[in-house]
């Protein structure tokens, strides 16, 4: 009875073990597998592979997404335009955002997830860098993605901005998971 019992628990290990190794996947396959959920959801929507030779983007909830970088990892669309003039370098710019996990992107219902963020509490304190100053932790942890439409746009602007995992928070990079954030710009100190 006890063979038995050892014999048992040893098949059974056994079968852990080779389930739990079939469950991982290579670096290459997660960065797959982010291209394809940022592809579901850019295929219910309008897209622009490159910046407007003028600069002039549209702007609104059916704008559509530019691709603002030329390796396809940050998409931006803009819903409005803000008035508070262009953005210095090392300048402080407050913003406030909700963000989407596009891994979670329901793309035959066209549905996002719960978004998550410190948009619509004002409670959280808005979130800040310095543009353009990745040498400031306060800066760089958020990710090069965050800033990239302040080369287009001017603060007090609001814009969905798609972003794949190298250009995201620093502290998820190695999750790779794409997110869409809904994100508003504002001026801060100089």
């Known amino acids: 009875m006890k063979t038995k019992n050892v014999l048992y628990l040893i098949i ?7 389930t739990s190794c079939d469950d991982t996947k290579s670096y290459s396959e997660l960065l797959d597998e ?5 592809n579901a ?4 929507q309008v ?7 003028d600069s002039i983007f549209e702007a609104g909830v059916d704008a559509p997404y530019y691709r603002i970088d030329n390796e396809g990892n940050v998409y931006m669309q803009v819903v409005k335009y803000g ?12 913003f406030r ?3 989407y996990d596009l891994s979670q992107y ?26 353009k100053n ?26 969905n901005v798609i972003i794949k995992s190298q250009y995201g928070f620093t502290s998820e990079i190695s999750y790779v998971t794409p997110f869409l954030y809904n994100i508003r710009y504002y001026k801060g100190k100089m």
């Open 12 to 18: 059974l290990s056994v079968a852990v073990l080779a």
């Open 34 to 38: 982010e291209t394809k959920h940022v």
């Open 41 to 44: 959801y850019l295929a219910n």
């Open 47 to 53: 897209l622009i592979n490159e910046i407007p030779a």
């Open 83 to 94: 008035t508070q003039g262009d953005v210095k370098d090392d300048q402080q710019v407050y």
């Open 97 to 99: 955002y909700t963000r």
């Open 106 to 131: 329901d793309s035959l219902k066209d549905e996002l997830p719960e978004g998550v963020g410190n948009s619509e509490d004002l409670e959280y304190e808005p979130t800040w860098f310095r543009f």
């Open 134 to 159: 990745y040498t400031l932790t306060t800066s760089s942890q958020y990710g090069s993605g965050i800033q990239m439409p302040l080369y287009f746009l001017p603060l007090g602007s609001e814009a």
